[in-house]
């Protein structure tokens, strides 16, 4: 017979999402909680990620509130120099073991079950010993799982690949011993782009490279997303979106206006750019990516035989001695949105535009301090997940308005002040730097128009 699991909480997935929550709900009450997660150790995807992975923004803004991730350090060497340092896969995975190591478990109210999975009759199944665990709820199921996103190590590529063609996942390239004819990039994401730059790190001539791209994506700057000594120069760039957003006469425009300003940025600024999927990189990795020219724009890969690769729109050849590299999985799902908050689950989604960590922080904040349901999604109503460039405005404003709804929270507003996560978190420090004042004149001018006409851009988008 199943063993009964009483938890006031059980978390299901233990990645940033599942970790943040938790740690908030720790801070805001004192409620048990259970967390369970299919993998073996605690970080979600990072756990599989391909071992050249890094944030693409800085460490300061990442992982749980309660715990710095990084020495917030500037970097001084790479892609990243002069920029505050990206945490990499193992920083990020010991990070997280840290966490519940020294932080979850010592508290006596967490319990985890790693390499476990959560059914959706409630029980809970270890993968290996098999045990049962029949889970008895007292307050709400907390699915992190909704928009679980897909990685080339744990999904197989979208295309069929014929016996001997030599395909691998992103992360496999590092394993490669001798050089091969040349390396196919498939894939317009931001893994796509970091197996290029890796590769061209290493020393591979970019002549060497094929870049598969079924689509051109928007690429946020860097310079516009740091923390600390930086944080003004970040300000700066949220007045340069509102400056944009009050003038722009549609959503191309306003695309436009923000590349002419340097604060988006396109690997090809010939090819007009759809894709968006709020990703950042630096202006070092745009000078690397922009030194491969033989870019294959011909649609989706639809099989790779040992001579070509068939494409929606046309093929191209290839040989058995290129390696062919997997950078084509789905990412982050765009699912149908449902309320965040329900009587006995919370369905963990982003509510407005920006960073991960800090929303997912917030929702546990919320679940703990705020009364009903009804309230908890007026001040978090979700918002789908970012795909194309139509869902920036509508995303950003979406946190225009709903931000001034958490601010009208004295409990809420406190903590967002107070939380490492908060990208603006330490603006009051930086208040008298010529740079905020200037930027502060510029959104005061222009927040009132740049909220009307987004509004506008947006219902002519959706129209
Ligand atoms: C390469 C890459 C780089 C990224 N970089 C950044 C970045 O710099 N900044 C940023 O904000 N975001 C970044 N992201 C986005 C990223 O998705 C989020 O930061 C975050 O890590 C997602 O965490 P999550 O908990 O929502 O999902 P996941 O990490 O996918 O975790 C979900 C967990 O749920 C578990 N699970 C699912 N179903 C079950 C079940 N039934 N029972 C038990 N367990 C289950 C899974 O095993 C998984 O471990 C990046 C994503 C990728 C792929």
Redesign the pocket.
């Known amino acids: 017979m199943a063993e009964e699991l009483e938890t006031d909480y059980l978390v299901?997935?233990?990645?940033?999402?599942?970790m943040a929550f938790t740690d908030s709900l720790l801070d805001h009450c004192d409620a048990t909680i259970t967390i369970?997660?299919?993998?073996h150790a605690p970080?979600?995807?990072?756990?599989d990620?391909y071992p050249y992975?890094r944030?693409?923004?800085p460490s300061a803004f990442?992982g749980v509130s309660s715990v710095p991730l990084g020495q917030d350090a500037l970097d001084v060497a790479g892609t990243n120099a002069g920029y505050y340092e990206?945490a990499g896969a193992d920083e990020i995975r010991a990070y997280y073991a840290n966490v519940m190591l020294r932080r979850f478990l010592p508290s006596g109210r967490v319990r985890y079950f790693p390499s476990?999975?959560?059914?959706e009759d409630g029980r809970v199944v270890s993968r290996l010993g098999g045990q049962i665990w029949k889970a008895r709820v007292r307050r709400k199921v907390v699915d992190?799982?909704y928009?679980?996103?897909a990685?080339p190590a744990t999904s197989p590529p979208p295309f069929q690949v014929a016996d001997g063609v030599r395909c691998v996942p992103a992360g496999q390239i590092t394993r490669i011993s001798e050089r091969p004819e040349g390396f196919v990039i498939i894939g317009a994401g931001?893994?796509a782009l970091d197996a290029c730059v890796w590769l061209l790190e290493q020393g591979v001539l970019a002549s060497a490279i094929r870049w598969i791209k079924p689509r051109e994506g928007w690429w946020l700057n860097r310079r516009f997303q740091q923390p600390h000594s930086l944080l003004p120069q970040s300000y700066t760039g949220l007045a340069i979106q509102l400056e944009a957003m009050a003038q722009a006469t549609s959503i191309r425009d306003l695309f436009a206006r923000l590349e002419d300003e340097e604060f988006f940025l396109r690997v090809d600024p010939a090819v007009p750019a759809s894709m968006f999927r709020g990703a950042i990189i630096s202006e070092a990795e745009l000078r690397l990516l922009r030194q491969i020219t033989d870019v294959v724009r011909l649609g989706h890969v639809r099989r790779i035989e040992r001579d070509e690769i068939v494409l929606d729109e046309g093929s191209v050849p290839t040989s058995e001695g290129m390696v062919h590299v997997h950078c084509a999985s789905r990412?982050?799902p765009v699912r149908p949105v449902r309320p965040i908050y329900e009587p006995e689950r919370v369905t963990?989604q982003l509510f407005q535009w920006g960073?991960?960590?800090y929303q997912?922080a917030t929702l546990g904040v919320v679940e703990a301090t705020v009364e009903s349901d009804e309230e908890k999604n007026r001040l978090c109503p979700p918002i789908a997940n970012w795909d194309t460039d139509t869902d920036y405005p509508s995303a950003f404003l979406a946190g225009l308005t709903n931000h001034r709804a958490r601010e009208g929270h004295p409990a809420l507003a406190r903590w967002a002040t107070a939380t490492r996560l908060n990208p603006l978190g330490e603006l009051a420090l930086y208040r008298d730097d010529p740079l905020v004042i200037d930027a502060r004149g510029r959104i005061k001018r222009c927040a009132s128009a740049a909220t009307n006409n987004l509004a506008k851009l947006v219902g002519a988008s959706a129209a």
Request: aromatic share 8%; hydrophobic share 45%.
């Open positions: 299901v997935g233990a990645g940033a999402a599942g369970v997660d299919r993998r970080g979600g995807h990072w756990i990620a992975v944030l693409h923004q990442y990206t476990s999975d959560f059914l992190t799982t928009l679980e996103g990685i931001k893994t990412g982050l963990v960073l991960a960590c997912l």
